[in-house]
């Protein structure tokens, strides 16, 4: 495709923001666009800097101290923390009906409005209410509250990035450049205040969320993203041609609002069970689908999702217990260690690390055969899970004793906490661990991204990633599922507190044994994911992440086709079916770019 003459012919480079506000500007003024370069620009740093940025990060990192304030169980914690990341697999579901069901002649402002006025409604809730009333039945209001917030977050990103997708077809990348800066600023910047206001109270981190998220109600309403949805609706012609992707990504959905909906009324394991049920139909559709390769490819990223346990939840709780004097948990001597450490200290030191991991995947792992690749990143993976293994059952204290740092101690938010717990914490889950698990997750990020083909990308990409949504989802599950047959468990608030380390632990002096969380540790950061090496054998193929995975004309033509077009070529004697360049113009072809969100991962 090529770009849009704005004027004079001039090549794509890094353009400032002013030069940004001018194209946009011709573009409104030529008729391809909605809305003129300053107006859409306050609806993007509205979207990006506030909803996007810090509201995301203040409320999504007070979750998991709001509930453990409130003394949910761990597994309540974890199905609260597991479940809110579903709405982010249904972005394919959302940009489809955005496209085919417009109300008013709009194809977007209604439903990103709705869903504001709605999540910040919740987000008022949650930091006003009392603990008590927030903890009633396991924390159902938080829950529900929760998945309110998490569906604003997902509508109203997957639909602005629909409608800036029409300037980037035109001008090229440099607005996405520029979103995700906006966006990595944003995250960098609140990370600095999290940890303050966390120490402080959880729900100050929601009254700030709301805030940030009520601001875009006006932006919103006043159509400052210039959306005229209804123009932009698919027509029959692209529904044939890509039936199978439309369906798969709706089913996707289904599939997501099915298990919120179940989350507050099942067991773990019973979930688990739908889960598998639900994603075993959604690989099959994807069979029928997708090409063959990708498939395959994808398949392998699902089980290396869900062959692990996020243990996000009692971890935290780990590090950040204030123990209650004369409670069974102020005899474990815990860390200690205050939000502003847990949060702000190590998401520095976490960057520092992410930027080393990034360099040394780009000079080296993005050159490997791709197999040997996932075989060393995920002895990587194993080794960081040892880091923590190597904390939870104290042997870091013994380990570092020869340096006389257990002696020191440092006082931050009237929480002491001694320098052994810090520098393990620190190097090891900060520098270490971050290099090692961020070398195992890019190579699966660049799969991901290099089965994606020309003029359905994002389509693609949506629903791979909505794949890894649900997986992650699931190891929150698995986590949970394990700790309790280990019987690892604390729950409680002030002198009701109680700490149960479960499986192995022996009760010696400061809490140095194998415990429940240890031994769930060990099979999810270890065992599990060592299990997914034979599996490359499998699906990925014998060549080098330089190499192409994909023919070009992959995705071109019917995606329900037999076998032989599955396996990325073109039925006999029948030429290639080229796409309608209209295709490119609906929104849930452009919209739905692929992100990491540190966050969610």
């Known amino acids: 495709m090529s770009y849009l003459n704005l004027g004079a012919e001039r090549e794509i480079k890094a353009k400032g923001f002013w030069t940004i506000i001018g194209d946009i500007d011709e573009l409104h003024a030529k008729g391809l666009f909605n809305a003129p370069g300053r107006q859409f620009m306050v609806h993007m740093f509205s979207t990006y800097v506030f909803l996007g940025g810090f509201q995301m990060y203040m409320w999504y990192t007070a979750m998991t101290p709001l509930t453990s304030r409130a003394g949910l169980p761990f597994s309540a914690q974890i199905a609260i923390r597991s479940t809110t990341l579903l709405p982010y697999s249904m972005t394919a579901m959302v940009a489809i009906i955005s496209d085919n069901v417009p109300i008013f002649g709009y194809g977007k402002l209604p439903y990103m409005l709705s869903t504001v006025i709605i999540g910040s409604a919740a987000l008022l809730y949650l930091g006003t209410s009392s603990l008590e009333v927030l903890a009633w039945d396991d924390g159902i209001r938080i829950f529900w509250c929760l998945i309110l917030v998490a569906i604003m977050g997902t509508v109203n990103d997957v639909l602005t990035q629909g409608q800036y997708a029409v300037i980037v077809k035109h001008t090229g990348p440099t607005l996405i450049s520029f979103q995700h800066t906006m966006a990595s600023f944003a995250g960098l910047a609140a990370s600095f205040v999290a940890g303050i206001v966390l120490d402080i109270d959880p729900q100050w981190s929601f009254m700030f969320a709301f805030f940030f998220a009520v601001q875009a109600v006006p932006i919103i309403g006043l159509n400052f993203m210039g959306d005229l949805g209804a123009k932009k609706c698919i027509g029959n012609e692209t529904k044939a041609r890509d039936k199978g992707i439309i369906a798969l990504g709706l089913l996707m959905g289904v599939h997501a609002i099915g298990l919120i909906l179940i989350t507050p009324y099942t067991t773990a394991f019973t979930k688990q069970m739908v889960s598998l049920a639900g994603g075993a139909v959604l690989h099959f559709v994807s069979y029928k689908t997708l090409p063959f390769t990708v498939f395959k490819i994808n398949l392998y990223l699902f089980f290396c999702r869900i062959m692990t346990t996020g243990l996000y939840v009692p971890m935290y709780n780990f590090y ?152 992650r989802s699931m190891t929150g599950i698995t986590g949970a599922w394990i700790l309790e047959q280990t019987g690892f468990q604390w729950q409680g608030r002030g002198e009701e507190q109680d700490c149960q380390m479960g499986l192995g632990y022996s009760g010696s002096g400061e809490g140095a044994s194998w415990n429940g969380l240890a031994i769930t540790l060990l099979i999810g950061d270890v065992i599990l994911p060592l299990l997914t090496i034979p599996l490359t054998f499998i699906f990925l193929p014998d060549i080098s992440l330089d190499d192409d995975f994909l023919e070009e004309d992959a995705y071109q033509g019917n995606q329900l086709m037999p076998q032989e077009a599955r396996e990325l070529q073109a039925p006999p004697g029948s030429a290639p079916l080229q796409r309608d360049t209209d295709m490119d113009a609906a929104s849930f072809i452009l919209a739905l770019d692929y992100k990491t969100t540190s966050l969610i991962m």
Not at 400 to 421: C, I, K, N, S, Y
Not at 451 to 461: D, Q, S, W, Y
């Open 320 to 471: 950040t217990w204030d123990a209650y004097p004369g409670t069974n948990c102020e005899a474990l001597n815990l860390p200690n260690f205050p939000n502003v450490v847990f949060q702000t200290l190590a998401s520095i030191f976490s960057a520092t690390a992410g930027l080393l991991a990034v360099y040394l995947f780009q000079v080296y792992v993005s050159h490997w055969n791709a197999r040997r690749a996932f075989w060393l990143t995920t002895v990587f993976q194993c080794i960081a899970g040892l880091f923590d293994v190597f904390i939870v059952t104290r042997a870091n204290r013994t380990a570092l004793a020869w340096t006389g740092l257990g002696d020191v101690t440092l006082t931050v938010f009237e929480r002491t906490f001694r320098m052994d717990d810090l520098v393990s914490f620190l190097m090891g889950n900060n520098v270490l661990e971050p290099i090692l698990s961020l070398l195992d997750a890019l190579p699966g990020t660049l799969l991901v991204c290099k089965i994606a083909p020309k003029n359905v990308e994002t389509t693609i990409l949506a629903v791979l990633s909505g794949f890894g949504s649900i997986g």
